[in-house]
């Protein structure tokens, strides 16, 4: 099939140069009125703005752009969550603390170098566990000394519970990891006693209010500290209905006032079937619907991340795909050299590509808050790239956003059970289950899309089109509202 | 006087073999194992066992009889 758009699956066999960029833009400045993590550079200090440009957890507009991937060294932990369970090694589900296999730091090198050599995007290591990357630190560290000697231009970023975090945080700041995510759930230790259970620390386990008292003041802790030394920090933090739900916004002001760059409210994943205490209590994780309103509830805070995907201990790719699967042990050569053409290749052309899409998506974002009424919701079929460009029904998830007079902003991701589409022909019961997961979505852009379920999803009420194919996001949203939701903007299709 | 690891329900995250002040536990094969004869309880170390108090699983650092 032909697609014209610059494909970056396609670096291998050539130059930057050779690489021509569909609709060049000619205007100019950043009109992005989010100027934190979500849009461009704004008026973020340069320095700042340097840490997160190439981070796809740290800024959403790299996330379209760049990979990450996590090596899971560091298997042991130094708490118990309710949300947890470490018994879990699982292929084939997505969250948190599941891998495939454990892996000690040699290996873990082997695998950063195959990766690098392989998928051009990479730009990220961390190490997310599956314990806690503090706590099992030797490995941690090992694996970041290893990798940033082969591979000196690797972000590396980690993830920890804070409990251990104070103890390395000098280390931390040595070894330039300029990214570090601490998940707080609470700031009121009576609230995180129906969180954790226990916590072990100077060798011995503490249970109940004592536990959660010195695991707050832990990660208070650790996250001024970190701080003080210009550390760039994430927290994440966990929804969990009736647990910690309305008390989120006073962790957010909290983690604001000690200088937490981002905050990253994810939604409780709970089931029977994973084993955690929540899962077997019947503990039920929020809609999109409540956690979209307590993400807008602590707008004007810490900035929010939206796009986190909860990715697995071992996830490799940009977010939302996971190609960990191809880069098991048994398929990474025992001698490994780094080549780093790949990633320079990438690199210049995404350079190019991000200033030509800043310019297209600030003009069509002018052009829609010149015009537009009611806010409405668009999901969108993206493999990267920033542009509306794949198939209905090759769609693992959809990335959606809000269009309204205050312009284009991403909102989340919805999750398709299982991709429409699989070898070419649709199932009924599939595309039931993917009607269910765009509730409230007025319209889908594509690639492409096939009469049947455009049919179906139009009886449904929602509208799927290609006609905005291989445009950037912004633009593709912005001449869909103009265009079809109606409104008197003459000039609709100007990117 | 020794503990021992319930294979089966050992997760191998090795969090154990750190905390143990004799260094009595390594992995072998699959799992962790603890060496009875340098195994001391944590007696003169610590108020109770350090594999016991980090385990993640219940019941797997336990006493062999």
């Known amino acids: 099939m032909d697609e014209d758009f610059v494909s970056l699956d396609e670096l291998r066999s050539v130059t930057a140069d050779d690489i021509p960029l569909e609709a060049p833009a000619t205007s100019s400045g950043c009109s992005s009125k989010s100027c934190g993590s979500s849009g461009g550079q704004g008026d973020m200090p340069a320095e700042v703005w340097e840490k997160i440009k190439d981070h796809p957890c740290y800024s959403e507009e790299a996330h379209h752009y760049f990979a990450r991937m996590h090596v899971a060294v560091a298997p042991a932990c130094n708490i118990q ?30 695998k950063v ?87 072990f620390y100077n060798h011995r386990r503490y249970t109940g209010l004592e536990a959660s008292q010195i695991l707050h003041e832990r990660q208070m802790l650790g996250l001024e500290m ?28 909290e983690v604001k006032k000690r200088g937490a760059f981002l905050h990253n409210i994810m939604p409780l994943i709970s089931d029977p079937a994973h084993g955690t205490h929540y899962g ?36 490799v790719g940009l977010l939302g795909e996971d190609r960990g699967q191809e880069f098991t042990l048994n398929q990474i050569p025992e001698e490994v050299s780094y080549d780093p053409a790949q990633r320079d290749t990438y690199r210049q052309v995404v350079a190019r590509e991000r200033a ?18 009611a806010p409405i919701l668009v999901a969108v079929a993206t493999k990267g790239g920033g542009r509306v460009n794949q198939h209905f029904g ?40 993917t009607i269910a997961t765009l509730e409230g979505i007025t319209a889908v852009l594509c690639a492409k899309v096939g009469d049947c379920p455009k049919d179906e999803l139009s009886r449904a009420g929602i509208i799927v089109s290609d006609a905005y194919a291989y445009e950037y996001i912004e633009n593709a ?18 990117a | 006087m020794a503990y021992k690891i319930i294979a089966s329900q050992c997760t191998q995250c090795g969090a154990c073999e750190f905390e143990c002040p004799t260094a009595a536990i390594k992995m072998k094969g699959d799992t962790y194992i603890i ?16 594999c016991d108090a980090v385990c993640p699983v219940p019941k797997t650092c336990v006493k062999a009889k």
């Open chain 1, 226 to 253: 970190l701080t003080a030394r210009g550390i760039l920090t994430k927290i994440n933090s966990v929804m969990i209905p009736g647990v910690n739900d309305e008390h989120l916004k006073v962790v957010n002001a």
């Open chain 2, 35 to 50: 060496d009875p004869n340098k195994c001391v309880e944590c007696v003169g170390h610590f108020d109770k066992p350090q």
């Open chain 1, 280 to 315: 077997l209590t019947g503990q039920r994780g929020p809609t999109h619907a409540e956690l979209k309103t307590l993400q807008d509830a602590c707008a004007g805070g810490a900035n929010l991340m939206r796009h986190c995907r909860q990715c697995r201990a071992d996830a």
């Open chain 1, 477 to 494: 949203i912005s001449n869909f509202y103009l265009n079809e939701i109606g409104s008197a903007a003459p000039q609709a299709r100007s």
């Open chain 1, 356 to 373: 030509d899409h800043v310019d297209a998506k600030s003009r069509a974002i002018a052009d829609l808050m010149a015009a537009a009424d």
């Open chain 1, 394 to 433: 090759h769609a693992r998830e959809f990335q959606v956003y809000e269009a309204s007079a205050k312009g284009v902003s991403f909102v989340g991701h919805r999750k398709v059970e299982d991709a429409y589409c699989q070898g070419g022909f649709g199932e009924d019961a599939t595309l039931t289950s």
């Open chain 1, 81 to 110: 969550c309710n949300y947890c369970n470490r018994k879990y090694d699982c292929a084939n589900e997505s969250r948190p603390g599941v891998v495939s296999e454990k892996l000690t730091p040699d290996q873990a090198l082997r």
């Open chain 1, 113 to 199: 170098v195959t990766v690098a050599n392989e998928v051009p995007q990479l730009s990220v290591l961390g190490i997310a566990g599956p314990g806690d990357a503090c706590y099992d630190w030797r490995k941690s560290k090992a694996t970041f000394e290893a990798v940033s000697k082969a591979i000196p231009d690797i972000k590396l970023c980690i993830s920890t519970n804070g409990l251990a975090l104070p103890d390395h945080v000098d280390e931390l700041a040595k070894m330039n990891v300029d990214h570090v995510t601490i998940t707080i759930n609470m700031v009121d230790p009576e609230i995180g006693t129906k969180i954790y259970p226990w916590i």
